[in-house]
């Protein structure tokens, strides 16, 4: 989605507030609750219809404002506005969750769009989770080891040698000061389906 135009990002969470509401029998309230009111009663309706406490998942919760940084000020403190009062309704639903999950490539400041949030807890370079979001040595080692001999055939070399091209190509990143080395997903899963080492992940944006 591309938040850069004027009314998109309120366009996307009604999209979805509306999905959610018809799949828990709500009335479509586009017109009669805010925003936030609206993710209150889907969150409460989700805990009731399952009897379980919602899981609330967020990825790239910052794309809004990232589109629009340095471009349109107006636009930006619009979405901030927006995400501040939508991301708020998760203190006063805290009895429907179980955790909320939210992920972004920047670390804005809590009083700017968390205000009014339970105090979020960074995990980015915590230890416990650091293979969260990747996979390990020990993992593609357990796990890939079909696909890996497959490639190395192509390659017309030995596994190992392959498991050392692999690592060198996408084994790259640390989140925590164990310094545990994590593979990009997104790369090598795909290298290990098309059997190419190439730069996947680099290709998905602009770099």
Known sequence: T???????????????????E???????????????????????????????????????????????????????DSHRNILKAFYSVFKGADKHLQFVLLT??????QVSVFSGFNQPKDISMDVRYEALCGITQEEIVKY??????QMA???????EEMYKLL????????????MTDIYNPFSLLN????????????????P
């Not at 972004?104 to 400041?109: A, E, I, N, Y």
């Not at 730069?199 to 944006?205: M, P």
Request: aromatic letters at 14%; charged letters at 30%; one cysteine or more.
């Open 2 to 20: 591309n938040f850069t135009n004027p009314g998109e990002l309120e366009k996307k969470l009604n999209f979805y507030l509306a999905e959610w």
């Open 22 to 76: 018809q799949k828990y029998n709500l009335p479509v309230r586009e017109n009669e609750l805010g925003l936030g009111d609206r993710f209150i009663k889907i969150l409460e309706a989700a805990h009731l219809h399952t009897g379980r406490r919602a899981v609330v998942l967020v990825d790239e919760y910052d794309k809004p404002m990232l589109d629009v940084l340095d471009v349109d000020t107006n636009l930006e």
């Open 104 to 109: 972004g490539v920047t670390k804005f400041s």
């Open 144 to 149: 890939f080891t079909e696909p890996v001999s």
């Open 153 to 159: 055939v192509e390659y017309q070399c030995t596994p």
């Open 167 to 178: 690592k060198k190509q996408y084994d790259g990143y640390h989140f925590s000061k164990r």
């Open 191 to 206: 290298a290990l389906d098309k059997m190419s080492i190439d730069d996947y992940w680099f290709s998905t944006g602009t």
